[in-house]
């Protein structure tokens, strides 16, 4: 994100008058304008007149970077029809994105309803937790990879992609076993899904690894089998797979826990021992910044840490209450988004800056955060 905005302000949804057509820059063609502006933040764009607002949201114009959030409304989807036994079929999560500049929320376009999506975060039997609904960013996509249906089997046969740039949904190519409590995570341009459990456990389907490559040409996408895991210890819980340098760590249980690590070499499609220093300090939702650091925050603390390849460890960044009971966290553009204790709030970090400061976003009402992600604004706004 590219600018900080406060908390104390209400959720804001602009309509301008689009007949103001004023010119960017007096005397100068458009084009070329554009190329003098483009070099000004769009803060600064935003703040100074209508045509500079509107040009921020011109495809043509470089785009700032906006989270996309998942959302369950906090009283379930809106239904006049009653379901037995309290559960609703509908799909219970929606879409959003936070532009930071306007420090508005707009829903995303509806996903494509043939087949019909239910993604179901809440069910009566399961008090004392919630269903995972596992997504994932990768080339500037976001993309839905695992989740549960009412009838607690796997919701997606297929990953379910938003592209910012298109202003589109689409989805993957069909996953060979469809899966829910699985890992996902990518890497150089790939999404990874290994272990999990499917309509109900296997112990093939648990130690399992396979990779959907977007750089190749859409006509030749498709899932590929790699190495597998050695057991199926990770397919007890929903668990992210972080990259860092060529590979991705991940760890089988959340929290302080005692837990056992993994790393998986993506040239060498290779498994190895995770680091000592680094399962140690993984108390907690981790994050990769561009694939070459990773930060964790450790939810009993509410501390933020940056992992130190060369000496094992993990050094602190800042220690926030706001930080305590952390869900899931993401990071780009120099900021941690974290998901507050019952998604109540984004708590957002900046760590470019010394110290690293931080402020808080708040959801529109209603609603619960349940993932967050940092990708390029939409294109079709009017503003």
């Known amino acids: 994100m590219e600018t900080t905005p406060q908390c104390t302000n209400p959720t804001r949804y602009y309509s301008f008058d689009d007949s103001e057509n004023g010119t960017l820059l007096p005397g100068l063609p458009d084009d070329l304008a554009q190329r003098c502006l483009s070099s000004l933040s769009p803060s600064l764009l935003f703040s100074v007149c209508h045509p500079w607002r509107r040009l921020l949201y011109f495809p043509s114009f470089p785009p700032f970077f906006s989270l996309y959030v998942l959302f369950s409304p906090l009283h379930g989807p809106t239904t006049t029809n009653p379901v037995p036994g309290g559960i609703d079929p509908q799909n219970s999560i929606e879409f959003f994105s936070f532009d930071p500049i306007s420090s508005s929320w707009t829903p995303l376009p509806t996903p494509p309803q043939n087949p019909p999506l239910h993604l179901l975060h809440r069910h009566p039997s399961f008090l004392s937790r919630n269903l995972p609904i596992q997504s994932l960013t990768v080339s500037n996509h976001l993309v839905l990879i695992a989740a549960t249906t009412h009838k607690l089997f796997p919701a997606l046969s297929s ?16 996953i060979s076993t469809p899966r829910r409590w699985c890992v996902t995570g990518s890497a150089q341009g790939a999404v990874y ?20 490559d977007l750089n190749k040409k859409r ?6 089998n790699k190495a597998p895991l050695k057991d199926g210890r990770f397919s007890r819980e929903e668990v992210e797979a972080v990259g860092y340098r060529g590979k991705l760590c991940m760890v089988n249980v959340k929290g302080n826990a005692v837990k056992e690590g993994a790393v998986y070499d993506v040239e060498l499609d290779k498994w190895e021992e995770m680091p000592q220093g680094m399962v140690a300090g993984w108390n907690g939702p981790a994050a990769t910044m561009d694939e070459d650091v990773i ?12 992992y130190d390849g060369e000496k094992d460890c993990w050094e602190k960044v800042i220690e926030l209450e706001q930080l305590k009971r952390a869900e899931q966290i993401t990071a780009g553009r120099g900021k941690i988004c974290a998901i507050s204790a019952k998604g109540e709030k984004i708590i957002v970090v900046d760590v470019r800056d010394k110290p690293a400061r ?13 993932a967050v992600h940092v990708l390029p604004r939409m294109i079709s706004r009017q503003h």
Do not use: C, T
Not at 195 to 202: D, I, P, W
């Open 295 to 306: 930060y964790v925050i450790d939810e009993v603390k509410g501390r933020l840490s940056i």
């Open 219 to 224: 006509e030749s996408w498709g899932w590929e």
């Open 358 to 370: 931080f402020w808080e976003v708040a959801p529109p009402p209603g609603m619960e955060v349940v």
């Open 159 to 174: 990953p379910l992609v938003f592209h910012p740039e298109s202003n589109s949904w689409f989805y993957g190519p069909q």
């Open 193 to 212: 899904m290994a272990s999990g459990v499917g309509s109900h456990y296997q112990g093939d389907i648990a130690r399992s690894m396979e990779r959907w």
